[in-house]
């Protein structure tokens, strides 16, 4: 091969890989959003029932009472990303998954001081932290795309409970960080090229530590507002 065919060729490759990485650039993109919806958690009122009978027949002779769950709760999050291109993105981000309670309102008779008072219990579930995330798309023409993710959720998470009667209330915390995985899908509307808006279903497995908070289930559906720059 003569050196005026090798430069050619040299040059040649050289332009080629500069298109190749033009091009990537050019599909690449950095991108912000904020995420609000409802969540809600694979909790059983049943087994709060039963610690609150437990709880209560520790003290006294448990009489009765009635108990509300509330397993759904407002989530939100914000989150940054890089789209390699239209198919492939990575993000991060921040996110609260909100509070579900639960409440009982009893009544028992303490041992050696009849006759029966009334007393409550009150249980709340809080789990927050950082996620990191994959997110394959599939576009569907300029404006539509469908999505899914799967990422790690580092959460934080806090179980309080207050247990008390008329006249005062003890309350105790427990917490726990754990590393739990979730994934989803969803379908994103695109205005022009920097704004977009996205419908999410994602799901959080086992969220919460086991041995100190207890874990469960976590779905969430969710509107998110993104911003591409």
Do not use: C
Not at 11 to 39: D, F, H, K, P, R
Not at 143 to 154: E, S
Not at 187 to 200: E, I, K, Q, T, Y
Not at 203 to 223: A, F, I, P, R
């Amino acid at each position: 091969m003569t050196l005026h065919r090798t430069i050619r060729l040299a040059l040649g490759l050289s332009l080629a890989m500069a298109l190749s990485t033009a091009a990537t650039a050019q599909e690449a993109n950095w991108y912000v959003g904020i995420q609000g919806g409802q969540s809600k958690a694979d909790l059983d009122q049943d087994e709060f029932d039963a610690l609150t009978v437990d709880v209560f027949s520790q003290f006294g002779n448990f009489v009765g009472g009635d108990s509300s769950l509330d397993d759904g709760d407002t989530t939100w999050s914000i989150f940054g990303g890089f789209r390699v291109n239209q198919y492939i993105a990575f993000e991060a981000g921040y996110l609260d998954l909100g509070s579900p309670s639960y409440r009982a309102d009893v009544s028992f008779e303490p041992f050696g001081v009849p006759p029966a008072i009334d007393a409550f219990m009150d249980i709340e579930f809080n789990a927050t932290g950082f996620t990191t995330a994959f997110i394959g798309s599939l576009p569907l023409g300029e404006m539509f795309d469908l999505h899914g993710r799967l990422g790690i959720f580092f959460s934080e998470t806090e179980l309080k409970l207050r247990v008390g009667d008329d006249q005062g209330s003890e309350g105790d915390k427990l917490s726990g960080d754990d590393t739990d995985i979730f994934y989803g899908a969803g379908a994103a509307m695109h205005f022009g090229p920097s704004w977009s808006v996205s419908l999410d279903y994602q799901l959080y497995k086992d969220v919460g530590n086991e041995d100190e908070t207890g874990e469960t289930d976590v779905d969430s559906v969710t509107l998110a507002a993104i911003y591409r720059f």
